[in-house]
């Protein structure tokens, strides 16, 4: 029995054995995915988090601890 699949880009039935792009069915579809994803045309449903940096805490200053409760080393 010869195993069938989708290929995820043009739909086309494509044979799972001896393929060399699966789960594509061609080098073409493989490419033409890898570009959806380099230039973010695949997208996660949600609220975006552009913008959004890292917010400084009280603890982030120079004479914060370190995460195992020992001041930072100052021989430097």
């Known amino acids: 029995m010869?195993?069938?699949v989708?290929?995820?880009t043009c739909r086309?039935?494509?044979?799972?054995a001896g393929n060399p792009y699966r789960p594509f069915c061609s080098s073409r579809c493989k490419w033409a995915?890898?570009?959806q994803w380099a230039s973010d045309?695949?997208?996660?449903p949600g609220a975006s988090t552009e913008?959004?940096?890292?917010?400084?805490e009280a603890?982030?200053?120079p004479d914060a601890t370190s995460p195992h409760g020992h001041p930072?080393?100052?021989r430097r």
């Not at 045309?41 to 996660?44: A, D, E, L, S």
């Not at 913008?51 to 400084?56: A, F, I, S």
């Open 2 to 4: 010869l195993t069938e």
């Open 6 to 8: 989708r290929c995820p």
């Open 12 to 16: 086309r039935s494509t044979p799972w």
């Open 33 to 35: 995915d890898l570009g």
């Open 41 to 44: 045309g695949y997208r996660i």
């Open 51 to 56: 913008g959004e940096g890292h917010e400084p």
């Open 59 to 61: 603890d982030d200053g």
């Open 72 to 74: 930072p080393d100052r």
